[in-house]
């Protein structure tokens, strides 16, 4: 909806909306427009005369015609201006087909019978709700056309009875009208989501400075979407995957930051010794010894350079494979994605004090998605570093190992941060459970852990106290190859 330059409202049509429609008009125009009216004929034709009950049933069985007509014609032109103006003609005049049958049964047939066009004419109002609502203004139409005949008959006789029909009528046809719109309102506000959410896929990668303003749209209707559908089926964690992994976009920047740092550093003092050294004539380059001097110094330095500037392509290589959706497992160990992941982290857990210890004993090799493994990895070291920084812990470490087992491999990731509470322990893989304020956390982090271990990998993902910290244990078996 939105406003008009009176101040009042219109309706909006989208494309997607009268598709709907038109997925179901067919159905609508046969059921409503031909079946239904024999039903009338053959109950009513020995009271109304024949002539009128042919003239009304050719009318009817035209509007059905035109209806399906104009659904195929105008929307495969694109004319949708057109197509509603003449969907609503139509529609109003298969509302009309109704109201006339009421005053036909009203003026010949007995009084008894008045009551079955009532409850035919309202069933069929009430099965309109699915197909006429995606354009709610024809709806409208329909609903005000065909029961108005009604009232104004009931209003018009004596009788507490009579006028208490009318009345329930009126009652039923508001609250027709009102499911009706929600209907309309709720069609029409889901094909908007998805078409923004559309708009944000296709920008993502081009619109990297709007990347907050995003993150914050995609998690508001991530939630509601999430709340709603996560007890009906799990088919689509792979997008709640992609959302998980994109809330962790700031985050990656600032470890890419720290990363950066050291060998930025040092290809700028690299370059600044080279400078010094020519602008000093620190080599005699008439004399052969200076000129293999000066050679071997600057291959040297380039060298170091070249270095500098593969590590900082390894790492933003790194980061770029860690947001790319995964399409196909790698046949790895389980060391590797590990590793990826620490090259990030490294040098933000040094800047916060933070020693990572690695023992890997695995030799197996797996299937695996080691992309969504990484999230796993960040996450949980992640957790536990902001941990360490809440509670100011002394010689903070992250202890990992890797080992086989019988049946596969298994990774534990400890510290020594003073452990999960008791009474949250069971808690931390829940969607949406967070200990962290709604800036810092969405809780969706240890459960997308959780779903990639058990469901992508065949696995399982626990976490228990031991001694001074928390310790997460990884188990994939081999049958996730």
């Given amino acids: 909806m939105q406003e008009n330059q009176s101040g009042g409202t219109k309706f909006q049509y989208h494309p997607e909306l009268i598709s709907l429609y038109n997925s179901g008009v067919l159905t609508g125009a046969i059921v409503g427009n031909v079946i239904t009216p024999i039903l009338f004929v053959v109950v009513l034709y020995t009271f109304i005369p024949q002539e ?3 003239l009304w049933f050719t009318f009817s069985v035209a509007v059905a015609i035109f209806r399906i007509l104009i659904a195929k014609r105008y929307t495969e032109n694109s004319h949708y201006d057109r197509f509603l103006k003449l969907t609503s003609i139509s529609t109003a005049f298969s509302g009309t087909i109704w109201g006339t049958s009421t005053i036909l049964t009203y003026l010949y047939a007995p009084q008894e019978y008045l009551s079955f066009v009532i409850l035919l004419i309202l069933g069929l109002i009430s099965a309109t709700i699915t197909t006429l609502t995606p354009i709610y203004k024809t709806y409208l139409y329909y609903v005000l056309f065909s029961i108005l005949p009604l009232i104004i008959i009931f209003f018009m006789q004596s009788g507490m009875l009579n006028i208490g029909t009318a009345l329930l009528i009126v009652i039923f046809t508001v609250f027709i009208l009102v499911g009706g719109y929600k209907n309309y309102k709720k069609l029409y506000e889901v094909i908007v989501l998805k078409d923004q959410l559309k708009g944000l896929n296709e920008n993502l990668e081009n619109e990297v400075k ?4 995003e993150l914050e749209i995609l998690n508001h209707s991530l939630e509601d979407k999430v709340k709603d559908e996560i007890s009906k089926n799990r088919d689509k964690d792979q997008q709640l995957l992609q ?3 994109m809330a962790q976009m ?5 470890m890419i930051a720290h990363q950066w740092r ?3 550093g040092a290809i700028a003092a690299s370059s600044i010794d080279l400078k010094m050294k020519m602008a000093f004539a620190s080599f005699d380059l008439e004399k052969k010894e200076g000129q293999e001097a000066c050679a071997n110094y600057f291959d040297e330095q380039l060298t170091n350079i070249e270095e500098y500037v593969q590590s900082l392509t390894t790492t933003i290589d790194d980061f770029r494979n860690f947001y790319k ?4 497992k790698k046949v790895i160990t389980i060391n590797e994605p590990i590793k990826k992941s620490l090259s990030i982290i490294e040098a933000a857990s040094k800047a916060n004090g933070v020693h990572i210890t690695t023992n890997y004993e695995s030799q197996k090799v797996l299937a695996l998605f080691d992309s969504e493994l990484m999230q796993v990895f960040l996450n949980i070291i992640k957790n536990a570093q902001d941990n360490f920084l809440e509670n100011n812990t002394p010689d903070a470490t992250i202890m990992i190992s890797t080992k086989d087992i019988k049946k596969g491999i298994q990774v534990q990731i400890c510290d020594n941060g003073g452990g999960i509470p008791e009474d949250i322990l069971e808690k ?3 969607p949406y459970f967070s200990t962290k304020d709604e800036k810092n956390g969405t809780g969706l982090g240890l459960y997308m852990s959780k779903t990639i271990i058990e469901e992508h ?3 399982e993902l626990s976490v228990e106290n031991r001694k001074d910290g928390a310790c997460f244990i990884l188990s994939i078996y081999e049958d996730a190859r």
Avoid at 210 to 213: Q, V
Avoid at 250 to 254: D, H, K, P
Wanted: hydrophobic content about 30%; glycine content about 8%; aromatic content about 4%.
């Fill in 325 to 328: 959706p995964n399409k196909e």
């Fill in 457 to 459: 990998h065949t696995g």
């Fill in 210 to 213: 709007k990347r907050t303003l």
């Fill in 262 to 264: 050291q060998p930025l």
């Fill in 250 to 254: 700031g985050e990656m920047i600032s």
């Fill in 428 to 430: 931390i893989f829940d």
């Fill in 52 to 54: 009128l009950l042919v």
């Fill in 243 to 245: 959302q998980s992994r």
